[in-house]
């Protein structure tokens, strides 16, 4: 029982950090029955100190460190960051190179939004949906791999341009794999978002309405699931998206179920995007040609048959001038990611900001619960996407 | 403690005593065997995720790589658990937690531990908020890689299984 008076009626239930819904986090929920009066996230298990470790990085080696906490999603974040170094350092990369980069971080945004469809699937209790969801997301881990060699994280972007170039024949697997999607989606749809228990459990539960969407500053599709079109990629285009046609998808329920909606439909418009920028895709360059002439001339011959850049020395000590700061925005996949940067003229960041979405939306747990049933929780929490690694950095 | 039982007298422990003498049996050839042999399809690991590589657990119980054929399923509760993993980083306000956890696993328990964060602190090596956790819980096995691929757990699990079978992890805490 918590407070002192014996008047009082409520009980303070403790979730977590070791609980079904994939860890990471406490839920502290003040409880009157099965009636949900207070929920208070416990943050920061996963607190690993990012920020500071990249004053002690050089800027080419915090590529991975800032992928770490996004794990599901790492290319939209690399892509964040190294934007921002690109502003530091006022260079540019080749429009090839860009069209490369807008080309992984779609397909990062389709299998981020498989992996969160799949963790809300056993939130609910439905491991077909985890099953199928965890099964196709590695259709498009298998396609990035193949573009950048690793399976989640890419460190694809480089300062200037990317890694590699697209190896051949990846179009047509490319359509192949999102044929398969595409096919697979009705079936989602007949198995898991029209059955009449997952409809139970998200319709009308955990609505969020359009003002307090805006007034709470949630980013991402948890906003896009209130009606609010925001989307980064729209408001202040970057990379390739200028010249991409997409729609920024919408709901106006802002339930549990427009927020699962608006994922499958981001992944359809992504799908969509894939497919015009293999087609559409420019010759030239994936590098800067300030860094590509400083590759060592026995290596040259290798980057332009093998379309693998061979990193010149310059990337390991980059150097921004002194007191320059760069700010980038991306629409990562749970929503808008902030890069700030500082440099002080060495060749490691004097400050790195870096706001994720899911630091934005943790307001959400504590708005959205309040009223509900306890058996409510995981279907709320599930249907934020909430990745807590992202959110403690 | 003396006992009387129809004119024999047993002097001692008895608690104690019988249970050193089941622990004997246990330990003989055919009884240790069949143990082992089913302790090792019977790996469940509990749920509980400690930082990133989790998303490549969760890969590697999912379709394409299907640990659970190596009867390896992730389950909830610790308390019908055998097995805890490490998953990546283990921060301080973390390693509290995989302590409690451990302390309500029944005996006997293995722990392994996932990526270079889990071995020697990888990428986060110099942070203020980190733990390794061969410092707090004995690891068995440990799985390198940043994050370690489905296909490194799914090896992880087969050493472990063998480590059982030769008697090498016995997972009591004596």
Same mark, same amino acid.
């Given at each position: 029982?918590?407070?002192? /008076?014996?008047?009082?009626?409520?009980?303070?239930?403790?979730?977590?950090? $070791?609980?079904?819904?994939?860890?990471?986090?406490?839920?502290?929920?003040?409880?009157?029955?099965?009636?949900?009066?207070?929920?208070?996230?416990?943050?920061?298990?996963?607190?690993?100190?990012?920020?500071?470790?990249?004053?002690?990085?050089?800027?080419?080696?915090?590529?991975?460190?800032?992928?770490?906490?996004?794990?599901?999603?790492?290319?939209?974040?690399?892509? /964040?960051?190294?934007?921002?170094?690109?502003?530091?350092?006022?260079?540019?990369?080749?429009?090839?190179?860009?069209?490369?980069?807008?080309?992984?971080?779609?397909?990062?945004?389709?299998?981020?939004?498989?992996?969160?469809?799949?963790?809300?699937?056993?939130?609910?209790?439905?491991?077909?949906?985890?099953?199928?969801?965890?099964?196709?997301?590695?259709?498009?881990?298998?396609? !990035?791999? @193949?573009?950048?060699?690793?399976?989640?994280?890419?460190?694809?972007?480089?300062?200037?341009?990317?890694?590699?170039?697209?190896?051949? /024949?990846?179009?047509?697997?490319?359509? +192949?794999?999102?044929?398969?999607?595409?096919?697979?989606?009705?079936?989602?749809?007949?198995?898991?978002?029209?059955?009449?228990?997952?409809?139970?459990?998200?319709?009308?539960?955990?609505?969020?309405?359009?003002?307090?969407?805006?007034?709470?500053?949630?980013?991402?599709?948890?906003?896009?699931?209130?009606?609010?079109?925001?989307?980064?990629?729209?408001?202040?285009?970057?990379?390739?998206?200028?010249?991409?046609?997409?729609?920024?998808?919408?709901?106006?329920?802002?339930?549990?179920?427009?927020?699962?909606?608006?994922?499958?439909?981001?992944?359809?418009?992504?799908?969509? %995007?894939?497919? $015009?920028?293999?087609?559409?895709?420019?010759?030239?360059?994936?590098?800067?040609?300030?860094?590509?002439?400083?590759?060592?001339?026995?290596?040259?011959?290798?980057?332009?048959?093998?379309? @693998?850049?061979?990193?010149?020395?310059?990337?390991?000590?980059?150097?921004?001038?002194?007191?320059?700061?760069?700010?980038?925005?991306?629409?990562?996949?749970?929503?808008?990611?902030?890069?700030?940067?500082?440099?002080?003229?060495?060749?490691?960041?004097?400050?790195?900001?870096?706001?994720?979405?899911?630091?934005?939306?943790? *307001?959400?747990?504590?708005?959205?619960?309040?009223?509900?049933?306890? !058996?409510?929780?995981?279907?709320?929490?599930?249907?934020?996407?909430?990745?807590?690694?992202?959110?403690?950095? | %403690?003396?006992?009387?039982?129809?004119?024999?007298?047993?002097? /001692?422990?008895?608690?104690?005593?019988?249970?050193?003498?089941?622990?004997?049996?246990?330990?003989?050839?055919?009884?240790?065997?069949?143990?082992?042999?089913?302790? +090792?399809?019977?790996?469940?690991?509990?749920?509980?995720?400690?930082?990133?590589?989790?998303?490549?657990?969760?890969?590697?119980?999912?379709?394409?790589?299907?640990?659970?054929?190596?009867?390896?399923?992730?389950?909830?509760?610790? @308390?019908?658990?055998?097995?805890?993993?490490?998953?990546?980083?283990?921060?301080?306000?973390?390693?509290?937690?995989?302590?409690?956890?451990?302390?309500?696993?029944?005996?006997? +328990?293995?722990?392994?531990?996932?990526?270079?964060?889990?071995?020697?602190?990888?990428?986060?090596?110099?942070?203020?908020?980190?733990?390794?956790?061969?410092?707090?819980?004995?690891?068995?096995?440990? *799985?390198?890689?940043?994050?370690?691929?489905?296909?490194? *757990?799914?090896?992880?699990?087969? %050493?472990? $299984?063998?480590?059982?079978?030769?008697?090498?992890?016995?997972?009591?805490?004596?």
């Amino acid at each position: 029982m918590s407070g002192a /008076g014996s008047g009082e009626r409520t009980l303070e239930l403790l979730i977590g950090p $070791q609980h079904p819904a994939s860890g990471h986090m406490r839920l502290v929920a003040e409880v009157d029955g099965d009636v949900v009066v207070r929920l208070r996230p416990d943050i920061g298990y996963v607190h690993r100190t990012v920020e500071k470790i990249a004053e002690t990085k050089t800027y080419l080696q915090t590529i991975p460190l800032i992928e770490r906490p996004p794990l599901a999603d790492t290319a939209n974040h690399n892509l /964040g960051y190294v934007m921002a170094v690109e502003r530091l350092l006022g260079v540019e990369a080749p429009p090839r190179a860009q069209w490369l980069r807008t080309l992984l971080a779609e397909m990062n945004r389709i299998h981020s939004h498989l992996y969160g469809l799949g963790i809300h699937g056993i939130m609910l209790g439905s491991s077909t949906a985890f099953m199928w969801a965890f099964g196709d997301r590695e259709i498009m881990i298998e396609m !990035a791999k @193949r573009l950048t060699g690793a399976r989640i994280t890419y460190s694809y972007m480089i300062p200037g341009g990317v890694r590699r170039d697209l190896p051949p /024949g990846f179009a047509e697997e490319m359509e +192949k794999a999102l044929r398969y999607l595409e096919r697979r989606l009705p079936d989602y749809d007949r198995i898991f978002f029209s059955n009449p228990v997952t409809r139970a459990r998200l319709e009308g539960v955990g609505v969020l309405t359009r003002e307090d969407a805006i007034r709470l500053g949630v980013v991402g599709p948890n906003l896009r699931a209130s009606g609010v079109a925001y989307d980064v990629r729209r408001a202040r285009p970057y990379a390739a998206y200028p010249e991409l046609d997409f729609q920024v998808v919408t709901r106006s329920e802002g339930d549990s179920m427009a927020r699962m909606l608006v994922r499958v439909g981001e992944i359809r418009e992504s799908i969509r %995007m894939i497919r $015009q920028i293999l087609a559409r895709m420019p010759d030239g360059p994936i590098l800067a040609e300030r860094y590509a002439k400083m590759i060592p001339p026995k290596w040259r011959d290798y980057v332009r048959e093998t379309g @693998r850049i061979k990193f010149p020395a310059i990337l390991a000590s980059l150097r921004p001038p002194k007191g320059a700061e760069a700010v980038s925005r991306v629409e990562a996949a749970r929503g808008e990611a902030v890069f700030y940067l500082v440099s002080d003229g060495g060749p490691r960041p004097y400050r790195m900001r870096m706001v994720t979405p899911s630091l934005r939306n943790v *307001v959400l747990f504590s708005h959205l619960t309040r009223g509900c049933r306890v !058996a409510d929780i995981p279907a709320i929490y599930g249907s934020l996407d909430y990745f807590p690694p992202e959110a403690d950095r | %403690m003396v006992c009387g039982l129809s004119g024999t007298v047993l002097v /001692g422990n008895l608690e104690r005593s019988a249970r050193r003498a089941a622990r004997w049996l246990v330990e003989r050839t055919p009884v240790r065997g069949i143990r082992d042999w089913g302790i +090792k399809f019977s790996l469940w690991p509990v749920h509980f995720t400690t930082a990133c590589c989790g998303a490549e657990f969760a890969a590697a119980s999912a379709p394409r790589f299907d640990a659970e054929r190596f009867g390896f399923l992730p389950f909830v509760g610790p @308390r019908q658990c055998n097995l805890m993993l490490i998953e990546g980083t283990l921060t301080r306000k973390m390693a509290e937690a995989a302590v409690w956890v451990y302390e309500q696993m029944p005996e006997p +328990k293995f722990v392994m531990s996932m990526g270079a964060c889990a071995i020697d602190g990888g990428i986060f090596w110099n942070s203020y908020n980190i733990v390794r956790p061969k410092d707090i819980l004995p690891v068995e096995v440990f *799985v390198p890689g940043c994050p370690p691929r489905p296909e490194a *757990v799914a090896r992880s699990i087969i %050493m472990l $299984q063998k480590r059982i079978e030769r008697g090498e992890s016995v997972g009591l805490r004596v």
